[in-house]
């Protein structure tokens, strides 16, 4: 039988595309981020996924390559999430899952031969079936690898005046002392900043101002956070525009977007960069888990050429009803589109990969990254002296922001 020859070629070698325990966090690619990439000798079709090893007897598993001569030529970057399954469909003909950090594993074969997979974070052979993702199942979601760039960064922030909030806003002073440090988006090859006001960074240094042009920067309130203030994807599709006017980061191989409040550590994210592997479509890195949509905007990673499509596409993603940015997903239940929710459903709607890297940022605004007893503190931040990702969020306040920058480098280098 075909289960039974798939389970004696896994014992046989001791490898797997997949573990069976343990969650997607532990995962970890050859390059140095979360996800799976394959080391492919011939073609996609006829390659075997021989090239996971245990490194442990626990959870982790590793990528290594069997001979020299072996060249990374196929990566694992799922579609969109219109484009995948839910947990409670069979996974197996679109090999990919809607909620980030979930994988397709064949369970069983049903009584005519036709096989079941479910989306699941983590499978337990034995109890939840097989537990194996087949060749079929991998070749939905593998991707020719079109580039392996070295890691050059265009970096920007964006300060907001009129937030909409009555909570005080201490980005500007952030990124001005970010500046005089010459660190967090001032440490990239290359950086912006832009605004909605008239303002200077330093001395003969001013932000790039952004007009309303559009009408749509103060249309509507966040309902989702408990310091509401205004929807800013109108915002932030004039900074696009204006990115893309600067022509900075046509020269760069990854466009990063950073919060004023995210602590930021560039070089720590060109070390997880350094020849990541990229399909000709682009990919961008989703960092949250156990969400439909885990693209969260304290560090966004988008290569060059997803960032071109996104600019190539935003004004019709702007007017496309199946991206109803002003109203929001599920008719409305959490509101109008925040920019980076809006920028991953441009990105999905036009064929961009999306990849999962949970080891990129900690973000106190994701539920997955809180410990355990505070998953529902919506106030919890890292312990920065223990926190070595390339950024760390939320830090509003001046004083607490330099704290965690000096605390992390103190503790884990730059």
Known sequence: METEMLARSFDDVEMSVSPTTGSSRSWHRW????????LLSGSVAAASYTVWRRASAGTEWNLAKTSEAEELTAIVAS???????????????????NVVGFRCFLTQYDQYGSPNARCMEKCEAGKDGICVQTQEIMNKVLQDVAATPKGSLYCFSVYTKDTGSTVQSFELEQLRIQYQRRISIFACNSWGVFSDTDVMLADGITFHKVQDVDGDFHFAKRKDTDEPGWVNTGL??????AVQWEKKWETADWVIK???????????LQRKLAYQPVP???MYFENCKK?????FGNLEVISNQAFKVLLDN????KKDPNIPWKVGIEGGKYGPMGEDLFAQACMDAHGVRREEAFDLTTDGACESYRPVGQEKNKKWKPTCAWTSTAAMHPFKRVDDYFKCYDETVAAFGL
């Open 31 to 38: 390059a140095g981020l979360s996800g799976l990439a394959v």
């Open 79 to 97: 579609p969109g999430r219109g484009q995948c399954a839910s947990t409670k469909e069979n996974c197996f003909s679109k090999g990919c899952c």
């Open 236 to 241: 932030f599709y004039q900074v696009w525009r």
């Open 258 to 268: 950073v919060d004023p409040d995210a602590v930021f550590v560039p070089s720590r």
């Open 280 to 282: 000709a479509s682009g």
């Open 291 to 295: 969400v439909d949509y885990g693209f």
């Open 314 to 317: 935003m004004a019709s993603c």
